[in-house]
């Protein structure tokens, strides 16, 4: 395997920009198709598996042992062992749903949108984020079903069937398009994730060394030789799937803001809902995603693949987009005063000054104020800080949710109905015990899948530019 | 490389395919058979009651009319399960040593009712109220089927929801004259499409189908 060579400061690039100004690029310098290959497929196929794997993967482990351990308790005592109250009838449970579903946003927008635009640097993180899309979604429909209580039930209250009752659910509930949106969503985001997948498991299967893992990757290759024709089709099957996802990446989240949206409560009830959310999912998304990169770049030394390039554009749309959020959040101050309506007045005070003040505060910190670092050169540069921040973005848009939903709700029309809602500890317990689902999921993950696509890292490497003798 | 696969390795994974297809069909097929079959809503199966009592006899060889023992049924929700007192008035007299009829006579003599095993038990979040429906003029008969011709009681219907609402959605389809809801075997003289909406508009029937006309 070469040695990747660094670009020495001052010396001219293609084109005469200055390699300390220029973006870096896609792909480390030095990689063949062979060395390509060999790191990817490595990680997969090794004999030992890095101790910090089994270290990272008992703590994920344990938190989804305390999810079963909650859902567990839920299913034998109902509900009531979360805070929802009676002005607060959702909290928890459409808060994470949000959030994580927002999540997943980012996966999407990297493997379509980016595809259609011929972006190539979605090429190393496209594969791990859209199985953050799809770990994120299973978190995030654990909350609408578990908080029906009865989630056995829940097939005939969500799914239209021809059941013995005679009824159909409500198609005019927001609640119904969200089971399409997210059922979609879900199935196109796994056939994405498996078409691509497919030529690199006929790889792993090729290189594999072990008979076991010789049928597994053969059976889930479907037969790929990479002939001329699988590669046409592939390619065909590819974009027509790109084609399906990109309108899921606008239409997902604007179904779930109508959750919101469609109700008729003060600070719901706004026509800025669906591009506001589609923009703080893909925000939160790449911030995921970062939070993803960083260790994994990081642990498994694939900083030649994931590159400053990555960190630099997911750091840039993260910028766009929560500057659209923070917008979003100017707007809704605005109209609470424009409307001239007391009620949603009142509730842009109470969000301002009400016993959730220091929340609402902490997330404008966030999304509007802490990511005005991310203008500046020296903080896309500096992984650890970005890293960092990519939590905090985390949670800033985990508060946003949080506020959206308990400050609209907590003061009803009537002051007789006011409540104050608090979480429970079995509330935190089954929000980490996601977050355990999540990260036990994605370390499985990078342990058993090529978590950077292999082939198509191949078509970036300098070997597959054609020289002009070659064309022939 | 050897390969990992013998050649009929294609032809399988495309059946399995299919297979997965027509297994997933297969199931839902199957689970929405089996919740309306009578295995599940026990439906025309008899029941074991403490006197094997014929409705066959009593309604239709002897004539008596339902009121005689479900006396409340024109007035109470519920129809009403006849004392022991309602069986002695015509025991006591006729076959008063037979021996089938032992538990009747103990009863009585004990004062301790005899403990019948209900055959049409809806579910308890629906509240169904019989007078208003014979008033509404829907017949036993539309229910609980030919009880005249049944030895032993029986559920006529599966009782499922989509039963009810069947009526609830339609009534003129099977509703009947007031003075004819207690006849069994009844036919309409005028067919039921020209009989039917007279009703319905005589009798002032809406078509109940809120959650709340039934789930309280």
């Known amino acids: ?472 | 490389m050897p390969q990992i696969f013998g050649r009929s390795a294609n032809t399988l994974a495309r059946a399995s395919l299919v297979g997965l297809l027509l297994m997933a069909g297969g199931l839902i097929g199957l689970l929405m058979v089996l919740g309306r079959s009578s295995y599940v809503t026990r439906a025309q199966e008899f029941v074991e009651q403490p006197i094997q009592f014929s409705h066959l006899h009593h309604v239709g060889d002897d004539g008596i009319d339902c009121r005689y023992c479900h006396t409340s049924v024109e007035t109470s929700s519920f129809a009403g399960i006849p004392p022991t007192k309602t069986c002695m008035n015509c025991h006591s007299q006729i076959w008063s040593s037979a021996p089938i009829l032992e538990p009747v006579r103990a009863s009585f003599r004990e004062d301790r009712p005899l403990r019948w095993i209900r055959v049409h038990d809806l579910p308890d979040f629906v509240y169904f109220n019989h007078s208003i429906h014979l008033k509404k003029g829907m017949g036993c008969e539309t229910c609980h089927g030919r009880v005249d011709e049944m030895p032993l009681m029986r559920q006529e219907n599966s009782l499922l929801m989509e039963w009810c609402l069947d009526c609830h959605r339609a009534p003129e389809q099977f509703v009947r004259p007031r003075s004819e809801v207690f006849t069994m075997g009844y036919r309409p003289q005028v067919p039921q499409s020209v009989i039917g909406p007279q009703l319905v508009e005589e009798y002032g029937i809406q078509s109940l189908t809120s959650c709340s006309t039934c789930h309280r």
């Open chain 1, 1 to 472: 395997m070469a040695v990747p060579q660094k670009p020495v400061e001052g010396q001219l690039l293609e084109g005469g920009v200055p390699a300390g100004r220029a973006a870096p690029a896609v792909i480390a310098p030095g990689h063949t198709f062979e060395s390509v290959t060999d790191k990817i497929s490595g990680i997969v196929l090794t004999k030992r598996t890095p101790i910090g794997w089994f270290i990272g993967f008992a703590v994920a482990f344990a938190f989804l042992m305390l999810l079963n351990l909650t859902i567990g308790h839920l299913l034998m005592t109902g509900i009531g062992i979360w805070g929802n109250n009676v002005p607060v009838g959702w909290a928890f449970d459409i808060i994470n749903f949000v959030w994580w579903i927002g999540i997943g946003h980012a996966g999407t927008l990297i493997s379509a949108i980016l595809l259609l635009f011929r972006q190539q640097w979605r090429t190393s993180i496209n594969r791990f984020a859209e199985a953050m899309t799809l770990f994120a979604v299973a978190c995030a429909a654990m909350f609408p079903l578990l908080h029906t209580g009865r989630p056995w039930l829940a097939a005939y209250w969500l799914l239209p069937y021809p059941n013995t009752m005679g009824l159909w659910p409500q198609f005019r509930s927001p609640l119904i398009w969200d089971v399409f949106a997210v059922t979609t969503y879900f199935t196109v985001s796994l056939l994405f994730w498996f078409t691509g997948l497919v030529p690199d498991l006929a790889t792993l299967r090729d290189r594999a060394q072990s008979r076991a893992a010789k049928v597994i990757f053969g059976v889930l290759s479907l037969g790929w030789r990479g002939s001329a024709r699988h590669w046409q089709n592939y390619e065909v099957a590819y974009l027509l799937l790109a084609g399906i996802s990109t309108p899921l990446v606008l239409s997902v989240h604007s179904v779930v803001s109508f959750d919101f949206a469609v109700s008729v409560l003060p600070g719901w009830h706004a026509t800025i809902f669906p591009p506001y959310f589609v923009a703080g999912a893909i925000y939160s998304g790449f911030a995921m995603v970062m939070t993803l990169a960083v260790p994994l770049r990081k642990f498994y030394g694939l900083e030649d693949f994931i590159t400053m390039r990555h960190i630099h554009n997911m750091t840039k749309v993260m910028l766009v987009t929560g500057m659209i959020v923070a917008y979003g959040y100017g707007q809704e101050a605005f109209f609470a005063w424009y409307s001239a309506n007391p009620y949603e007045g009142y509730m842009m005070l109470n969000r301002m000054t009400g016993p959730y003040a220091p929340l609402y505060w902490s997330l404008i910190a966030i999304n509007a104020g802490m990511i005005q670092l991310f203008w500046f050169r020296r903080v896309r540069d500096n992984v650890v800080l970005l890293f960092i921040l990519s939590l905090f973005v985390n949670v800033g848009m985990w508060l946003e949710r949080f506020i959206i939903i308990v400050t609209s709700l907590h003061r009803d029309f009537l002051p007789s109905s006011w409540d104050i809602y608090q979480p429970t500890r079995w509330d935190f317990a089954m929000f980490t015990g996601t977050i355990g689902l999540f990260l036990s999921l994605f370390f499985l993950f990078i342990r058993f899948l090529p978590a950077i696509a292999i082939f198509e890292m191949r078509t970036i490497v300098p070997e597959a530019k054609l020289q002009p003798e070659q064309r022939g």
